[in-house]
T-cell receptor, first 113, second 114 residues
Framework: AQSVAQPEDQVNVAEGNPLTVKCTYS??????LFWYVQYPNRGLQFLLK??????LVKGSYGFEAEFNKSQTSFHLKKPSALVSDSALYFC???????????FGSGTRLLVRP | KAGVTQTPRYLIKTRGQQVTLSCSPI?????VSWYQQTPGQGLQFLFE???????NKGNFPGRFSGRQFSNSRSEMNVSTLELGDSALYLC?????????????FGPGTRLTVT
């Protein structure tokens, strides 16, 4: 069965420092991978996706993610964190030909001033 | 361009009642997906509609149903509400294929069952 795992419930980082939010996946076939962010009392906002091509994907708000096939990972990164990046982050995988997104459990990012 | 809208934003119902939630997708989007978000279970896929046809369904009991109209607006219905149905229900729209085409989420409807 296809799934994604976000091993960290919360990530704490100081403003200005680099951040990484981890995601690993388990899929059969080629994975379509996504990152979404959710701010309090809001719906999810799309950050970036990997379908094919370059392993480093650049997205919104200065975020990027690196697809690593051998480690089955798709970690979200940002070189310099902002306090306003504090939010809930979800990794997701699209099940082949199913039109169904499977989400990870979410990681709360807290950026302290 | 207006975003995805969901009505109502908040709802309080009693066990045993039924509820209908509405979602208006972005203009031109033909795919609408529904998700349930709870602290314990996270985000779970309910169903996806495209051109009035349900293309996929998640692992929810038959009390959860949905439909899509010719203008792509969608509704989901939950009958015989249970306390565990309390959740944030999110709707997302995309041009055609969610994932291939980016999904845009609405703000959600927060349902509380007492």
């Amino acid at each position: 069965a296809q799934s994604v795992a976000q091993p960290e419930d919360q990530v704490n980082v100081a403003e200005g420092n680099p951040l990484t939010v981890k995601c690993t996946y388990s899929v059969s076939g080629n994975p379509y991978l996504f990152w979404y962010v959710q701010y309090p009392n809001r719906g999810l906002q799309f950050l970036l996706k990997y379908i094919t091509g370059d392993n480093l994907v650049k997205g919104s708000y200065g975020f990027e993610a690196e697809f690593n096939k051998s480690q089955t990972s798709f970690h979200l990164k940002k070189p310099s964190a902002l306090v306003s990046d504090s939010a809930l982050y979800f990794c997701a995988v699209l099940m082949d030909s199913s039109y169904k997104l499977i989400f990870g459990s979410g990681t709360r990012l807290l950026v302290r001033p | 361009k207006a975003g995805v809208t969901q009505t109502p934003r908040y709802l309080i119902k009693t066990r045993g009642q039924q509820v209908t939630l509405s979602c208006s997708p972005i203009s031109g989007h033909r795919s609408v997906s529904w998700y349930q978000q709870t602290p314990g279970q996270g985000l779970q896929f309910l169903f996806e509609y495209f051109s009035e046809t349900q293309r996929n369904k998640g692992n929810f009991p038959g009390r959860f149903s949905g439909r899509q109209f010719s203008n792509s607006r969608s509704e989901m219905n939950v009958s015989t509400l249970e306390l565990g149905d309390s959740a944030l229900y999110l709707c997302a729209s995309s041009l055609a294929d969610p994932g291939i085409n980016e999904q845009y989420f609405g703000p959600g409807t927060r349902l509380t069952v007492t």
